[in-house]
């Protein structure tokens, strides 16, 4: 690799172990891209810019005006917008993009999963599996529930979610990584009865998945949205800097 620049779509902790790992290379240089979201983020090693683009066109002259030989986003996987948007701009300027996702966790055979296509479909779901929702799906998109008024709500998020949100809940706010154990005593303390989750994937906050397995309680899990056609994707952090190696000259 030689004076290459790259662009990393962060605010995920494989972001910033990759920014991390790059940022020991000779002749690379960095530049992790923060949407801005939360305001106290775990900053990664290196150049750090925060807010948006303006959309794909923006990030499209970005790429042109500061010569990035390559673009990784490795973005939540639940930011569509921003995969979308980095798939056009990698298209139009020709510059190399790889998606890098953590995998998505796995049913298991004790598990009682509800699997639905969006948050929309999960909240039709909730009243019919329960009175007593953990809400475990970031802050942005609790007012797909806020119609809900036959349900309790824990809401669990870094930051406090704005309104609307349903009429009966309770705002925890707390950050991962969580222990099996201490997510045990949280759904039986407040007498959980079904959990709401993104398919976020990753060791952060599955075990919320392990706890729901052992009380039986049942889980509604949203799937992830599709990344964009004919876009290349890696699991790990190793697979992408593999993948940057191959195609950074």
Not at 12 to 28: H, K, Q
Not at 64 to 93: E, K, L, Q, W
Not at 136 to 164: M, N
């Amino acid at each position: 690799m030689t004076n290459c620049r790259v662009l990393v779509l962060g605010g995920t902790g494989e972001a910033r172990e990759l920014a991390s790992v790059l940022a020991t290379l000779p002749d690379v240089s960095v530049v992790s891209s923060l949407a801005g979201r939360i305001a106290t983020p775990r900053l990664p090693e290196g150049e750090v810019r925060v807010g948006g683009f303006g959309g794909a066109d923006g990030l499209t002259h970005w790429l042109r005006d500061n010569a990035v030989a390559a673009v990784i986003d490795a973005t939540h996987p639940f930011a569509a917008r921003i995969t979308t948007s980095a798939a056009h701009a990698a298209a139009h300027t020709h510059v190399p993009l790889l998606v890098l996702r953590r995998p998505a966790w796995v049913v298991d055979d004790a598990d009682d999963w509800h699997v639905v296509a969006d948050l929309g479909g999960a909240a039709v779901l909730t009243p019919t599996l329960g009175q007593r929702a953990f809400l475990t799906i970031g802050r942005q998109e609790v007012a797909a529930f806020s119609a809900l008024e036959d349900v309790w709500f824990l809401i669990r998020a870094i930051e406090a979610p704005g309104e609307p949100l349903p009429r009966h809940r309770q705002v925890l706010l707390a950050r991962g990584p969580f222990t099996v154990q201490g997510e045990v005593e949280l759904l039986r303390h407040h007498r959980i009865d079904v959990v709401v989750s993104k398919n976020s994937g990753g060791p952060a906050t599955v075990a919320k998945l392990t706890a729901a397995r052992r009380l039986g309680v049942p889980v509604i899990m949203v799937e992830r949205p599709p990344l964009p056609a004919g876009v290349a994707s890696a699991g790990t952090v190793d697979e992408a800097v593999s993948w940057l190696t191959a195609h950074s000259g």
